[in-house]
């Protein structure tokens, strides 16, 4: 498998202008999550889904941000209206429920937004 | 779920083991305790886990105490490709959830 992919891997774009980020889990993973790192805030969860639903969102930060799912091979990570304050690495990751309880979440290679 | 400690900063000469420790002195019974680590500009990678025994694999060994207050990840040979940020998190076995919750984790530097 190719891992969890993103696109694009760096993103510029100037405040005001609206935000999308792609990411594709590994083939059979039921579990998506999308996370934010910046040097103040470190590595933070956003949302994540289970089985395309949104399963817990209480980290995203404001109503700009959106993040849908429409199918198991792909979601997206809206910013509308981006602002600067939004510059920062999103990482996409996926893992699959096997009974365990433990297991290991494989994240892609993020993407870079700056917000001029 | 449980909240850690690691020290900010660590270094280590390449080929010597390195010992990265964490503190979890409010885990609780059905608590595991994870390590990742994040390689410069990389998404974060899976190390290791445990419960309560002591655990290895290919990457790194798990020393877990047995008051499970603490625990120490061993990297058996450092090499430079090591140098990394190490982070231990705390997360209940969950059947609904897998938040992971990343604190600052440990910046290891493998000296030549």
């Known amino acids: 498998d190719a891992g969890v992919i993103q696109s694009p891997r760096h993103e510029v774009t100037e405040m005001g202008q609206e935000v999308t980020l792609r990411c594709k889990p590994i083939?059979?993973?039921?579990?998506l999550f999308w996370y934010r790192q910046t040097m103040m805030r470190g590595l933070e969860l956003l949302i994540y889904?289970?089985?395309?639903?949104?399963?817990?969102d209480s980290g995203m930060p404001e109503d700009r941000f959106s993040a849908k799912m429409p199918n198991a091979s792909f979601s997206t990570l809206k910013i509308q209206p981006s602002e600067p304050r939004d510059s920062a690495v999103y990482f996409c990751?996926?893992?699959?429920?096997?009974?365990?309880?433990?297991?290991?979440?494989?994240f892609g290679p993020g993407t870079r937004l700056l917000v001029l | 779920d449980a909240k850690t400690t690691q020290p900010p900063s660590m270094d280590c000469a390449e080929g010597r083991a390195a010992n990265l420790p964490c503190n979890h002195s409010?885990?609780?019974?059905?608590?595991?305790v994870y390590w990742y680590r994040q390689i410069h500009s990389q998404g974060p990678q899976y190390i290791i886990h445990?419960?309560?025994n002591n655990e290895t694999n290919e990457m790194a060994s798990l020393i877990i105490t047995e008051d499970r207050k603490s625990s120490t990840l061993i990297l058996p040979h450092a090499t430079l490709r090591d140098t990394a940020v190490y982070y231990c998190?705390?997360?209940?076995?969950?059947?609904?959830?897998?938040?992971?919750?990343f604190g600052s984790g440990t910046r290891l530097l493998v000296r030549p």
């Open positions: 409010t885990i609780s019974g059905n608590e595991y």
């Open positions: 083939s059979g993973h039921d579990y």
């Open positions: 990751a996926s893992t699959q429920w096997s009974g365990s309880g433990w297991e290991t979440q494989y």
């Open positions: 998190i705390v997360r209940a076995r969950m059947d609904s959830s897998y938040k992971l919750i």
């Open positions: 445990g419960l309560k």
């Open positions: 889904f289970n089985n395309n639903v949104p399963i817990d």
